[in-house]
């Protein structure tokens, strides 16, 4: 059963709007690490933001958030103020547990951000 | 500090060929794993490593073998490339204690078996 599930496989985006990337998950174990990771085209993985399950607030990191909603089970990134290297492949990613390195992926959402 | 290294960047293999994947990370991580990519689809967990001598399987661990003799380094071995296995290989690591969320990744490893 897929535990990640990213609805959108593109978006678009203007230049210094913002925009909110989908993602929706499940999981039977109470503790859970929720993650947000962006590939440009160059291929490379990079962390943008982690949320803990028992975190009470929101994760922010710079223009990047996360829109943690736990009874839903959704954990949607928002990127404030577009630019127009925010143009990637975004992936949502969660891990069951904490002794653990293993990631659970959703399928992507392509991001382009028009000028 | 390098992070964590891969070699090599790419790779070309005939079916039936082996080969060795490498991956290091100079943090001192007691967590590591291997994943592939393949077009269209996220990351999937190929072996996992939670500390120097312990493995484990992960979602798609067949036609592959680890080891982790050390901390720094977490292998993986191909025993017989078949085409199935042309993908983008990421290895990646994380501290056990302190900050739980970050994940490092190297840069990873493109693979083609023809």
């Known amino acids: 059963a897929q535990k990640i599930t990213q609805t959108q496989p593109g978006m678009f985006v203007q230049e210094k709007e913002a925009v909110t990337l989908d993602c929706t998950y499940d999981t039977s174990d109470p503790s859970y690490g929720l993650f947000w990771y962006k590939q440009p085209s160059s291929g490379e993985m990079i962390f943008l933001i982690y949320q803990g399950s028992y975190d009470q607030q929101n994760a922010t990191e710079g223009r990047y958030s996360l829109n943690f909603q736990k009874a839903r089970k959704s954990a949607n990134l928002v990127i404030s103020a577009s630019q127009l290297g925010d143009s990637a492949m975004y992936f949502c990613a969660m891990r069951e547990g904490r002794a653990t390195n293993k990631l659970i992926f959703g399928t992507g959402t392509l991001l382009a951000v028009q000028p | 500090n390098a992070g964590v290294t891969q070699t090599p960047k790419f790779q070309v293999l005939k079916t039936g060929q082996s080969m060795t994947l490498q991956c290091a990370q100079d943090?001192?991580?007691?967590?590591m794993s291997w994943y592939r990519q393949d077009p269209g689809m996220g990351l999937r967990l190929i072996h996992y490593?939670?500390?120097?001598?312990?493995?484990d399987q992960g979602e798609v661990p067949n036609g592959y073998n680890v080891s982790r003799s050390t901390t720094e380094d977490f292998p993986l071995r191909l025993l017989s490339a078949a085409p199935s296995q042309t993908s983008v290989y990421f290895c990646?690591?994380?501290?056990?204690?302190?900050?739980?969320?970050?994940?490092?990744f190297g840069p990873g490893t493109r693979l083609t078996v023809t």
């Open positions: 990646a690591s994380r501290r056990d204690a302190g900050r739980l969320g970050e994940q490092y």
């Open positions: 490593s939670v500390g120097a001598g312990i493995t």
């Open positions: 943090m001192n991580h007691e967590y």
